[in-house]
């Protein structure tokens, strides 16, 4: 069935499918966007044309097949904000995936809002400084910001101050086109993009286990790309447990975030996320430890098994440090999500994931070019081209 779609949409969805399978031969294209070569032959066109795709000769798929191979262009830049593992990052990188500028700046828990501001207000100069003289224009920019949230002025995790965070890009980048959102959007975009496209056939459960723990709602065939964030790492499973800190007590994440699996293998939690990984073999783990380990991810199964009971999700995805464990430890989750589960585990369909720690600020520039795409690939120039005319 071909699906009906405007002119918008069809851009995107050309432009997303690029984004996802890294470049395509047109009948390829044609077939995953579910639209006839003719059909998209013109917006081809005008997007090569307005230097958002480029094409190149490439030998065959198989005899007497297509030889133009359609990518997103390396001459766009975008750039992001990335707030993640006691950090901020700002970036610069290329449509098509290439990072051509990252800075990394501290920014610990418990920064004061003030402390905070000055540190993303030199970042984003730095990042300005940088791509200014080189004559690059930033198509997008996109502020990755744990527990986010645009109805509140600060977030309750990192103390940013949304209007000052503003002023700051509309003195440095005032043309700059800016996404803010939660961190879990940037990550579950980039698992995404890291995924390909088709992979689950539908909508899943996305979590995330890092420094911060969270999940999201993301349905990889959905013409808008939403994606609906879930705060599962402040579900409180203990009342007046263990301190988090968004202030409250008890909440999942300090029981499996890495900072509280480096508690247990009594390891700088730097080290622990620069492994990446490997950190299962690289670490000696003795019996007592992985025992507890154990138990920690039973606790984030049950937290999954009751998030699932509010959202019906059947595909679950589980990305971060749970994925370097061997199948007999990850198997704890599973068993913990069918004893929260109303209905147990029936039709449920649990994947892990790479790590991707210590990968920043990949989510953020994945995230900006997904923004870029979701905006039809409509560049800055063009716009003003538009407004004066």
């Not at 600060?154 to 103390?159: C, D, E, L, N, T």
């Not at 004893?339 to 210590?358: E, Y």
């Amino acid at each position: 069935m071909r699906l009906v779609r405007s002119r918008h949409d069809t851009r995107s969805a050309i432009l997303g499918y690029l984004w996802c399978t890294g470049g395509s031969f047109r009948p390829d294209l044609a077939q995953g966007v579910a639209l006839t070569e003719a059909s998209i032959s013109r917006i081809i066109s005008d997007l090569k044309t307005e230097g958002v795709i480029q094409e190149t000769r490439r030998a065959a798929p198989y005899r007497g097949g297509p030889s133009l191979f359609v990518a997103l262009s390396s001459g766009i830049s975008v750039a992001a904000i990335e707030v993640s593992n006691n950090r901020l990052y700002a970036a610069v990188g290329t449509l098509a995936g290439d990072t051509l500028y990252s800075e990394r700046y501290d920014l610990p828990d418990g920064l004061g809002a003030a402390a905070v501001t000055a540190t993303v207000t030199q970042a984003v100069r730095e990042l300005a400084a940088w791509a200014t003289p080189r004559g690059l224009v930033l198509e997008q920019l996109a502020v990755s910001i744990p527990g986010y949230d645009p109805d509140l002025r600060a977030s309750p995790i990192v103390p940013l101050d949304a209007d000052a965070l503003a002023n700051v890009l509309q003195r440095e980048l005032p043309e700059t086109p800016a996404r803010l959102t939660n961190s879990m959007v940037a990550r579950a975009v980039a698992h995404r993009l890291q995924m390909g496209t088709g992979v689950l056939g539908g909508s899943y459960f996305f979590v995330f286990v890092g420094h911060g723990v969270g999940a999201a709602i993301v349905d990889e065939l959905a013409e808008s790309g939403d994606v609906e964030t879930c705060e599962i790492g402040h579900v409180v499973i203990e009342r007046g447990g263990r301190c988090c800190r968004c202030g409250h007590g008890g909440c999942l994440e300090p029981y499996v975030s890495t900072v509280a699996l480096a508690d247990i293998l009594e390891v700088q939690e730097g080290d622990l996320i620069g492994r990446g990984d490997r950190w299962p073999d690289d670490y000696n783990i003795p019996a007592a430890a992985r025992a507890e380990i154990k138990a920690r991810l039973g606790l984030l199964g049950l937290a999954i098994g009751n998030a699932l009971n509010l959202n019906r999700q059947r595909n679950v995805v589980i990305a971060g440090w749970p994925g370097a464990l061997p199948a007999e430890d990850r198997a704890v989750v599973l068993d913990a999500i069918g004893a929260s589960r109303l209905g147990g585990l029936q039709g449920i369909a649990l994947t892990f994931s790479t790590a991707s720690l210590g990968r920043e600020p990949v989510s953020g520039l994945a995230l900006a070019a997904f923004s870029f795409i979701r905006r039809s690939g409509a560049r800055r120039k063009q716009r003003q081209q538009l407004i004066s005319n």
